[in-house]
Structure formats: structure tokens, C-alpha cells
């Protein structure tokens, strides 16, 4: 099933397909009615435009849980078979309300394997378990299992009533039911109990006979396959797959006998076992029924993206399937021929597909998209399969570092340096980062979108500490033993250079324009000039098929000559950089270029007004000599001026851009030869103004959009992204850190602990990627345990001890002499090295443990088993229970050993085993823990372009007030989206939720939660159900749930969010305080006061953290503190509250501001209503008084206590002060609040 299947799916859904351009226009949709063969359903109806395809309608059919049973047929009209590859509107005499039939076809052995294939896939459920999978859990979403059984209605806006907040109505049960909101989230939690992942069983089993394959004399039969099926009632049944459909034959496990068994025969195997096993039919219904209650986004495959694999996984027990090792052959055959391709031609054949209209470059791109992903995952299965050992290397007699492999038609390398290229500029450290680099080159070339020169496809795969690089095959190039091949650049260091003319003439016009790249001069070995754009060690190749290639890109940008300087050599306080491929962003030389073209135009711009200026300044002198029309001269100047100031204008937009020159030369501050001259010398000073451009500019502008929340990133993927898209290196890290330490500004600290995180983080992969290279996989978990105990258990054992493989000592091992202190030493002095930085103590016994965790568990690949890891010491008490468990277990054993007895030996064996059952962690992690060890992958992958400058254009249309234009272009851009990218993607996820958010604010309730699950189902399957936008994807969806009415099922979706925001990042993060008052105003809205203020007690405590107390925010959030007192009828603390938000109020905003009035309003009534609560306490303790003086009997002084306070409460006027909520300061406040948070999330 594939996305472009579903296309008739969403057609049916409007607001989500809507065009608008005038090259495709919006056109009329066909209801067809298609007539089904003999069955209970006699029909159904299908929506489709003209533009579907066949066999995408076919596809419908076959996906609808009433014609599941259907897969091999075809569609008929007025008699006669439609052919699957035609266009609906392209079909003979059809019309928009058309009837088609459905015919039953015959079977081949190919449509045979196809139905068994899509029998089992249904049985499966959406979460059938895959062991040949690379990871465990692939894509999950947990939509559903968080949503639950829906009990509310939507309700609109005019409908609300405010009334049911003064409910007397017991306080529903909710997510936050009996919960500490405070307590931290349990690893153990991380798949919601709630997820359901098994299908009920249908089928004890289903799988292939021993008979196959089918004998000559029975394929003239008719007979193509045989089948073993079990049911649940334990019948066992060989099954025929014939051409004219299935039926049981005589058979047994001992005897062929291909006569049929009985009369029953079927076209479909689903309504053979159907008749055969009332079980099946019973259990068949309810997968469907599982399946159907699943979003649609759910259960389709991902296969335009890398599916996301969890880093902490449950474990499961295998199942039993004898059909699974057969798998290969039902998908691919008997020979296979399916999985051979040649990704090469693929790949640079779709390239070159027209792109003339907007309907050929969606399908180019689509295409171009999905082979690229098809590609990833063959690359991906075969790098495992070289680091296994499973590839036998082109050149098998060179060093193991230095070998080649082809697999399935993709070749192989490492990413190491070992032919000697790198070895002046860091060796294998400088070949590790040039692989990335090239990687990079490829998707800048990509992204251009070239015509006459091509890229290979390119996947990067870490594996087990080993970096393997896959890439297509260019035709011939095994073939050719000369260099002739390489035509332009150098393939021996610039000893030779070469520059084929039409090679070079293709580079200035695809490359160097949009890349900004200068033409210079290289000397080589014999002394020769060569013109070439890109640097020495990049290569064009002509290959067998006439296509130049262009490959080695990882020098497409100029050297960080400032860093290279100030670090590349070794001072007292640090030691040199490992390398010196510490090359500039693609970001930052196009931020530059800007900015330099920016100051030009500014020049440009200020030269003419002073021209202009200095003209009509000429103009009055000569005015100011003619006396005799001095008036005339007046109004004639008036005129003149504003004519000059219009031209003025007019003349600031008529400059030649095309006079600003600025040009990067990638071969400048290396080892390539260049002629010394004026131009190199003002080439040299580009790159070093761009290099301290970065260190002046753009490094303390991050720091200041971090402290003004223009980017709040939640972990260190976030932070990584946030400064690549500024065209800041990782290496910056360290000096990051630095500048935010230094403001102590606590605004900012959330930022310090992040940066300082990721580089332990990437320094713990840095050293997991050298221990691990040399081990088996069954060693690798052993060292990765004991690794994460140094790193993250020494609270729990301060001395843990390697669990080492039989027969070997600490010594085989450069891991097992890590201890926790020796690695806190080696970690200080790696991010000293990697990142300029001195770890601190601090920084060290700040560190957090389950986000660093996670985070090595992402970057390293390890998939960890979700349980509950102890992290903190062991209390006293613990610590005595511990010690006496180990002794009685010691003298359980001693006492084995020395009874003779038979009968005592049983009786201990049974209390040992018991003690053994359950045994005690001595240390936080076991090797068991390590559930999975899967590759970390990078890729080219391909961008839209047109979607997302149409995405672009749409957000401005509605940042200038344009909404409707607005929402046109967005909506064409999520139709771009969907059919470039497919629906599971995560730029179509930010689609939805870009759209969401605006039906939202136009108050279409349906539309924005429709589009917002969407945009939660595509990011938990693509980028993880804990990632940053996963989570904020879920708070926006409970935002539009409260909106909606439905505040119950909104708590459920901010639970579920707030649990993976606590995993992410713990607290103290500045955006946690909105997600707390959102939380906290959907519980009021419930009734429950009391778990509501905890929430805003929570919000209120982080704003005085961040802010401090006299900040206007943190008034804010105690001014909503205080309502919130008060409606829980704590009027001592609402006073306090507000008294603090008042103080602040005034001194900050003065009295005048409504925030002020409002605040004074609330403190008076509070204030009265606490002089009424003193006085009329008064009373009725001088009333207690003089009844005792009295000695009154007539009541017990325990019931009058009770009466006291009860009567206390009851003359309070809290009518007055709910009606005063009612009348607009809370419901505006709140609403206020709500809208500031979700304009602070945008």
C-alpha cells in the first residue's frame, strides 16, 4: 500500500486538496458506483478525479475493509476491460456518475504471492512485528491509544455555558485523575499502557506446503502454489492456489494428492477460510474492526522517509511464523529479479524527466523522492551487511580499512582514511568529517537542480562505530583502467589538473552562479595553470551512460581560516584541534553574501541620494539669483522637489544588481598551488572577513534571539538545527556555552545546560564509535552497558564492574578498564579537545541523566529496553535490606553445598532459586538492557522547491493580513506537499500544523483538529513520538480539543505531551510554564481547582526562576495564581498572590494600565472579603468564649469547631467575587493568556 494509492482517499477530503493555481485547475470529482461480483455487498461508491489512475482506484478497492477480499481483477465499463495505466477521465463514453463492474481475473504465480502477502499484512494488524527489520518498532504512532474512547461532543463557541463552572455536579475523571502532576516521568511509561499492539488471531498458521514448487505436470493443471494453513480449531488444511482461484486439496504432510478435498473453492483465500473456519470469519471481522479504528496515517506504510525507530523499546517475545523466512520469495519470487535494480539510471532517469509545468514537476519530484528513499534502504541493509562481515570486498588482499564492496548495485567504502588522502590534515578524524561534507555538497547540488551535470546517490550509515559510505554506481567506471574518465579537477593531489571545456562552461552555469563560487587559477605539477570553479579535490567524471558526474564535493566551501589559526595549534591550556577539515556552513557563506550585498546596495543607495541631494542643492542656488520670480521659483521648487523625491525612490530600485561581484574561492588557506597575486590576496581577505563575520555576527545574534525565545530548542537535536540553519559548526559549541555563561542571565541558562549536554553527548559518540569498531556484536553490548554505568550510574555503584565474554580478561579490552572517575576524566578532556571547553564539577554534577541518555542512545543507535533505571544512591535503610539479601543468599549457597541430604538439597535449591529469580541490580545498566544496536543513517535527500516557496509565500500573505491568499497558497503548498513528499513526511507534518493553527483562529474546530492529528501521526512516525515537534504537536492538539469543548480529551493529549516533555529536557525550561497554565485553565474549566492550581503554582514558580519576582510575567502568572486561590477558596494565599502582582503591576506598567485596574479591582475585594472572613471569625470566637464562661451544655465543642468554620466559609461573599470571574476577568484573562502562549509557540 503506498501513499500515491491513497490519492482517492483524500480527494474526498476538501479542505486538504484544494488548488488553486491556474496550470492545474480544481475539476469535477467522478461519483462512480462499481458493481461487485456474487456476496452480501452488492455494490459500492467511490470518489475520484479524472486525473486517477486505474490502478489507483484498484488500489481503493483493495484497501476498503468491505472488498479486502478482492486483489486480482479488473475494472469493466459497458462491457469492455479498462486498461489499469489510463486516466479516469481518459476512458471511452465515461461519465461523473459512470457504473463500473469489478471482474475477477486469473491468476498468475506473481498475483498468487501478492494475495498471500496482503493476507498476511491484514492478519498483522498496523503493528505487525518485522525481526528483519533494522530496528525494533518502527514508525509508531500512538494517536489512538492516547485518544481513547471519545465521550464528549464538539461544542460551539456560541454554545458554551459559563454556568458549569459553578456546577455542584461531582468533578469528572480526567487524565490528571489522582496524579502527581510533580512527579518525575517514569522510563517505564514511554509506550502509553493503553497502545494495543497485536491483532486478535485469526490463524494459528499460514505458510507454504513442502510440495513446492508446483510440478510441470500440475502447472499445465492450472495449480501455481500450495499452502499449509492451521486454523484455530485445529484443522489443518492444504490449500491450492490455482488460476482460477483457491480450493482445499487432498494432501497431507506424507501424500500428494492435488484432488480437491470438497466442493468449496473460492476466488479469494480470505472467503475460502472464510466458509472453512467460522473462527477465522469471527476473528477476521474484529482486525478489521481494529484496523478501521485507526487514523488512516496510522496504518500506511512510511516509504518516502526513513522510518523513526524508538531508542527505548519494550521487549517482546517472538512469535511463531513459519512464512517468515519465506517472505523474500512471496515479495520478490523465485529469482529475485525484483530487488535488482540499477539505482543509478533510476535515479539520474527521473532527473531528467520534463519539468516544463507544475504537473511534470510534481511528478518528477515524486518520483525523484521515492527512489531516493527506496535507495536509502537498500544502502542501509547492505552497509549492515559489509560491517557483519557478509560481503566479500572487490579488493580483499589491501588493508581491511581500505576495502571496496558492491551489493545489490550499490557500492561500498568506508568512511576512514585509508589511502593516505587525508593524512596532513588529521587522517582518519579529517576522512570522517569529509564523508559528511560530501554528503553535503551532494544535497546543495540537489537542491539546485542542475541541468547536464549529476550527482551520485549518496547515503552516509554509522554501524556499530564503523562509518560506511554507499553510493550509486556510475556506468563503466570498473570498467575503464585508464583515468581518462576524470575530466575535470584532480585525481593525484594537483600533480595533474584538468578542466574540460564543456565541463567547466556546465560548472559556471549550474554551480558557480547560484553558489557564488570564483574562477581560479590552480598551478600544477609541471608548472601549467588550470581554470577551475570548484576546489582541487573535487572530480568530474564522464561516464559510459554520456552523463558527467560530478563527485568528492566536500570542498565546496572555503575554510573557517580564523578557527584554523587560533586552534589548529596546540597552546599551555589546550591541545590542537584533531584536524583541519574545519570548513565554513552552505548557511553562513549565503548569510554572508547577503549581508556584503546588502552594505553594497546600502552604498549604492546612499551615493545617488547624496548626488540627488547635492543637485538640488545646485537648483536653489540658481533660484536664489533670479529675484524676479522669486514666487514662481517657490511653488515651481515645490514641486520639483517632490518629483525628485519620487524619482529619488524610483531610482533607489533601478540599480544593476548584477554589478555586485563577490565570489568564494574553496581553494584558498590550503595545500593546492595557486599563482600569488593581488587576486588571491583579496580572495584570501573574502574568506577571512566571512570567517570573522561568523565569530563578530552571527554566533552573539543566536545568543540574542535565544534570549529574546525567538528559538527555545526543548533538547540538542533542536539546538544542533538551530545553529546549522545560522551556519554555525558544532565545533562553536564550547564558545556558545561561554558567551551564555557569561550573561548569567537565567533566561538563557536552559541553553548553557543544553549546549553543555550535547557535548557530552557528542563526545560519548566520539568515544563509542572507537570502542565499539573493533567488537563482535555480542561483545557490543557488554561495553555499551558498562560504558553508560560510568557515564551515568556511579550514584549507584561507584566501581562497576565489566561483565566481560568467557575466557577473556580486562585487558582484551580497552572499554573494560573504564571506571566512572577515569571517564569523567577522559570526557573533560574530549570536550577540551572537540569543543574549546572546561567541563566544570558543575557542569558535571548537573548533568541530567535521562536526557543525556536518550540523546546517546539517538546519535549511537542503541535501542534500549523502557524500564524504570535507577539513577540516585541507595537511602540507608535500602542499602541494610540489600546487604541482608546478599548475605542469606550466601548462606543459602554455603548451605548447599555442604548438605548431603537429597530432600534439604531441594528445599534450599527451591529458596535459592527463588532469591535468583528476581536478582539484585548491582549496577544501574545489564548488557539484557541492550535490546538492539541499529545504524544511525544520513542522506541526500531531495527538497521541493516549489512547495515550500509556496509554503513560504502563504505564511507572509498572512503575516501582512492577507488571509484568504494566505490560506489559498497554503493549502496548494500541503497539496504539493502530499503529492511530492507523501503524506508521512516532516515537512508535510509542518504543513498541517501551519493550517491547523489558522482554521483554528477562523474557528473551524473540525478542519484544525482534522489537520492537527495529522500533523501528530507524520511526526510521530517520522521524526519519533518523543521528538520536540512531536510534543509540541500534541500540545497544540489539546489547545484546539478545549477549544472544541472537549477538555477531557485535551487533558489526555497535554499528559501525554507534558510525560516526553519531562523525558526531553526535566525542568526549568521557560516554554514548560504555558504548557502548566494551559493545563491548569483546562482543569478549571473542569471543576477541578485544586490540581489546576498546583499547575499554575508550577507556571508560577518557573516565571520567578527565569524572570525573577519583579517581572512583569511572573505578575502575570501570579495574578492568575490568585483566581485560581480564589476559586478554591483560599482566600489567604489569593490575597498574598495578588498583592505580589499588584506591586508589580504598578511599578512596572504605572496605574493606568489595564492590567494595573484589573489587578487593584481583584486585591479591594479580596482585601474586604479578608477583613469580613477576621471579623465575622471574631465574633464567633467571642460567642465560643462566652458560651464556655456560661458553661452551656447544649453543644459539643468538637461539633461547634466544625459549625465555626463551616459557618466561616459560608458568609464569605464567593458569589460576588465568581460572579466578578464570570464577568469577563477571568474568562479574558485566560483567553488572553491561551493567546499569548500560542503566539509565543508560533
Known amino acids: 500500500m503506498t501513499e500515491e494509492d491513497h490519492q482517492v482517499k483524500v480527494d474526498q477530503q476538501p479542505e486538504s486538496t484544494v488548488n488553486t493555481t491556474e496550470e492545474v485547475p480544481v475539476e469535477e470529482a467522478y461519483q462512480l458506483t462499481v458493481k461487485l461480483p456474487g456476496g452480501k455487498l452488492p455494490e459500492i461508491k ?16 483493495m484497501e476498503s475493509p468491505e472488498t479486502c477480499a478482492h486483489s486480482c481483477f479488473y475494472l469493466s465499463f459497458n462491457g469492455k476491460r479498462i486498461n489499469d495505466f489510463m486516466e479516469l477521465g481518459e476512458v471511452e463514453g465515461i461519465t461523473t456518475e459512470s457504473e463500473l463492474h469489478l471482474v475477477e481475473d486469473t491468476y498468475t504465480e506473481r498475483d498468487v504471492r501478492l494475495h498471500i502477502t496482503r493476507l498476511r499484512d491484514l492478519l498483522g494488524g498496523p503493528y505487525k512485528q518485522n525481526p528483519s527489520s533494522i530496528g525494533i518498532d518502527p514508525s509508531l504512532s500512538f494517536l489512538t491509544a492516547v485518544t481513547g474512547e471519545i465521550d464528549e461532543e464538539i461544542t460551539a463557541e456560541s454554545e458554551k455555558k459559563m454556568e458549569d463552572i459553578f456546577s455542584d455536579e461531582p468533578i469528572p475523571e480526567h487524565a490528571f485523575t489522582n496524579v502527581d502532576v510533580d512527579a518525575p516521568s517514569k522510563l517505564s511509561e514511554f509506550v502509553p499502557k493503553s497502545f494495543q499492539r497485536t491483532a486478535p488471531q485469526c490463524l494459528k498458521s499460514l505458510s507454504l506446503s513442502g510440495w513446492n514448487p508446483v510440478t510441470h505436470s500440475r502447472r499445465l493443471a492450472g495449480d501455481l502454489l500450495y499452502l499449509n494453513v492451521v486454523t484455530l480449531e485445529n484443522e489443518t488444511l492444504c490449500i ?14 506424507t501424500e500428494f494428492n492435488p484432488r480437491p478435498r470438497s466442493g468449496k473453492r473460492a476466488h479469494s483465500l480470505i472467503r475460502l477460510l472464510q466458509t472453512l473456519s467460522p473462527q477465522f470469519a469471527n476473528n477476521f471481522a ?12 496510522e496504518v500506511l506504510p512510511v516509504n518516502t522517509y526513513f522510518p523513526h525507530h524508538p531508542w527505548a523499546v519494550q521487549s517482546t517475545e517472538p512469535t511463531f511464523d513459519l512464512a517468515r523466512p519465506a517472505e523474500p520469495y512471496l515479495n520478490y519470487g523465485p529469482d529475485a529479479v525484483d530487488s535488482l535494480r540499477d539505482w543509478n539510471d533510476e535515479l539520474q532517469s527521473h532527473r531528467e524527466l520534463p519539468k516544463s509545468n507544475l504537473q511534470e514537476r510534481v511528478l518528477r519530484e515524486r518520483l525523484i523522492t521515492k527512489v531516493q528513499s527506496e535507495f536509502t534502504e537498500a544502502a542501509v541493509r547492505g552497509a549492515i551487511a559489509v560491517v557483519n562481515g557478509s560481503v566479500i570486498p572487490l579488493n580483499p588482499l589491501e588493508p581491511e580499512e581500505s576495502h571496496m564492496y558492491v551489493y545489490n548495485n550499490i557500492f561500498f567504502s568506508k568512511g576512514n582514511d585509508g589511502r593516505g588522502t587525508f593524512e596532513t590534515l588529521g587522517a582518519d578524524e579529517a576522512a570522517h568529517v569529509a564523508t559528511g561534507k560530501d554528503l553535503e555538497g551532494v ?35 570498473f570498467r575503464r583502467q585508464d583515468e581518462n574518465s576524470i575530466v575535470y579537477g584532480s585525481v593525484d593531489n594537483g600533480t595533474t589538473i584538468t578542466a574540460d571545456k564543456t565541463f567547466h562552461e556546465a560548472i559556471e552555469q549550474n554551480v558557480a552562479k547560484p553558489l557564488h563560487l570564483s574562477q581560479h587559477s590552480l598551478v600544477d605539477g609541471q608548472g601549467e595553470s588550470t581554470n577551475l570553479y570548484t576546489s582541487l579535490e573535487t572530480k568530474g567524471l564522464l561516464g559510459a551512460d554520456g552523463r558527467r558526474y560530478l563527485l568528492d564535493l566536500y570542498r565546496l566551501n572555503p575554510v573557517d581560516i580564523e578557527f584554523q589559526d587560533a586552534e589548529c595549534v596546540a597552546t599551555k591550556h589546550k591541545p590542537a584541534y584533531p584536524h583541519k577539515m574545519t570548513l565554513l556552513r552552505p548557511e553562513l557563506m549565503s548569510m554572508y553574501w547577503e549581508h556584503m550585498f546588502r552594505q553594497w546596495y546600502k552604498a549604492k543607495v546612499d551615493a545617488i541620494r547624496k548626488e540627488r541631494a547635492d543637485a538640488i542643492g545646485a537648483v536653489e542656488q ?51 598551488k595557486q599563482k600569488e597575486d593581488d587576486h588571491i590576496k583579496e580572495q584570501e581577505k573574502v574568506i577571512r572577513d566571512a570567517s570573522k563575520f561568523l565569530n563578530d555576527e552571527i554566533i552573539p545574534t543566536l545568543v540574542l534571539d535565544f534570549a529574546s525565545y525567538a528559538i527555545s530548542p526543548l533538547d540538542g537535536d533542536a539546538l544542533t538545527k538551530a545553529m546549522h540553519r545560522r551556519g554555525i559548526n558544532m565545533r562553536y559549541l564550547g564558545k556558545l556555552a561561554n558567551l551564555v555563561s557569561l550573561s548569567e542571565d537565567k533566561r538563557i541558562h536552559h541553553i548553557h545546560s543544553l549546549a553543555v549536554q550535547e557535548m557530552i553527548v557528542r563526545v560519548n559518540k566520539k568515544l563509542l564509535r572507537k570502542y565499539l569498531a573493533t567488537l563482535d556484536l555480542e561483545e557490543s553490548r557488554l561495553c555499551l552497558s558498562h560504558y553508560l554505568n560510568c557515564l551515568l550510574g556511579e550514584a549507584v555503584n561507584a566501581k562497576p564492574a565489566p561483565v566481560l565474554p568467557a575466557g577473556k580478561t580486562k585487558n582484551d579490552y580497552s572499554w573494560a578498564h573504564l571506571t566512572p572517575s577515569s571517564l569523567q576524566r577522559l570526557l573533560k578532556e574530549q570536550v577540551l579537545l572537540w569543543f574549546r571547553y572546561s567541563l566544570t564539577d558543575d557542569d558535571w554534577t548537573q548533568r541530567k541523566s535521562i536526557p543525556i541518555l536518550r540523546e546517546t542512545c539517538l546519535r549511537v543507535g542503541i535501542q534500549l529496553e523502557a524500564r524504570d533505571y535507577r539513577f540516585h544512591p541507595y537511602t540507608p535503610e535500602e542499602v541494610a535490606a540489600n546487604a541482608a539479601a546478599d548475605a542469606q543468599l550466601e548462606t543459602l549457597l554455603s548451605r548447599q553445598q555442604q548438605q548431603k541430604s537429597s530432600r534439604k538439597t531441594k528445599k534450599h535449591q527451591q529458596a535459592v532459586d527463588s532469591l535468583l529469580m528476581t536478582p539484585r541490580r548491582k549496577t544501574t545498566f545489564v548488557p539484557d538492557d541492550i535490546l538492539n544496536i541499529m545504524p544511525t543513517v544520513k542522506q541526500a535527500s531531495s527538497r521541493s522547491l516549489f512547495a515550500e516557496e509556496t509554503f513560504e509565500a502563504g ?16 493549502l496548494e503548498s500541503l497539496t504539493l506537499h502530499e503529492q511530492t513528499y507523501g503524506f508521512l513526511h516532516p515537512e508535510t507534518s509542518k504543513c498541517y500544523a501551519t493550517l491547523a493553527m489558522i482554521y483554528h483562529h477562523g474557528e473551524d474546530r473540525e478542519a484544525a483538529l482534522d489537520l492537527q492529528r495529522k500533523a501528530v501521526i507524520a511526526a510521530e512516525r517520522t521524526l519519533g513520538v518523543d521528538h520536540p515537534e512531536t510534543v509540541h504537536h500534541y500540545l497544540n492538539l489539546g489547545l484546539f480539543e478545549h477549544a472544541a469543548g472537549r477538555s477531557k480529551l485535551a487533558l489526555r493529549y497535554l499528559r501525554h505531551a507534558l510525560y516526553y516533555w519531562d523525558l526531553l529536557f526535566g525542568t526549568g525550561h521557560p516554554d514548560s510554564a504555558t504548557a502548566d497554565n494551559n493545563a491548569g485553565v483546562m482543569l478549571q474549566s473542569l471543576r477541578d481547582y485544586k490540581t489546576s492550581t498546583k499547575f499554575f503554582e508550577r507556571a508560577c514558580a518557573t516565571q520567578e526562576y527565569i524572570f525573577g519576582k519583579e517581572h512583569v510575567l511572573t505578575a502575570s502568572g501570579y495574578h492568575v495564581l490568585a483566581k485560581s486561590y480564589t476559586l478554591l477558596g483560599d482566600f489567604s494565599q489569593a490575597l498574598s498572590a495578588e498583592r505580589l502582582a499588584y506591586g508589580v503591576f504598578e511599578a512596572k506598567l504605572g496605574k493606568d494600565d489595564y492590567r494595573t485596574k484589573e489587578s487593584d479591582a481583584w486585591l479591594k475585594e479580596l482585601t474586604s472579603n479578608a477583613l469580613l472572613t477576621a471579623q465575622r471569625s471574631r465574633e464567633l470566637q467571642q460567642q465560643q468564649q462566652q458560651e464556655q464562661q456560661e458553661k452551656s451544655l447544649s453543644s459539643d465543642p468538637s461539633k461547634q469547631s466544625n459549625k465555626t468554620s463551616q459557618v466561616a466559609k459560608g458568609e464569605l461573599p464567593i458569589d460576588q467575587v465568581l460572579q466578578y470571574i464570570n464577568n469577563g476577568s477571568s474568562g479574558s484573562s485566560s483567553r488572553k493568556s491561551s493567546k499569548k502562549s500560542n503566539q509565543k509557540r508560533r
Open 286 to 297: 474484529k482486525v478489521q474492526d481494529f484496523i478501521t479504528q485507526h487514523h488512516m496515517l
Open 240 to 253: 491450492t492456489a490455482a488460476t482460477t482461484g483457491f480450493f482445499v486439496n487432498s494432501s497431507t504432510a
Open 443 to 477: 544535497k546543495i547540488l540537489n537542491s539546485i537542480d542542475m541541468d547536464g551535470l549529476y550527482t551520485l546517490g549518496s547515503v552516509i550509515v554509522d554501524y556499530k562505530g564503523i562509518r560506511v559510505v554507499a553510493q550509486s554506481i556510475v556506468p563503466g567506471i
Open 622 to 672: 540658481e533660484e536664489k539669483k533670479d529675484e524676479s520670480l522669486e514666487q514662481q521659483q517657490q511653488q515651481q521648487n515645490g514641486v520639483d522637489k517632490t518629483q525628485q523625491q519620487e524619482e529619488e525612490q524610483e531610482e533607489d530600485f533601478k540599480i544593476d544588481v548584477n554589478e555586485f561581484q563577490l565570489a568564494f574561492n574553496p581553494d584558498v588557506f590550503t595545500t593546492a
Open 46 to 61: 467511490i470518489l475520484a478525479s479524472p486525473r486517477e489512475a486505474i490502478h489507483d482506484i484498484k488500489q481503493s478497492i
Open 955 to 970: 505564511k507572509m500573505s498572512l503575516a501582512q493580513g492577507h488571509r484568504q491568499l494566505g490560506l489559498e497558497l497554503l
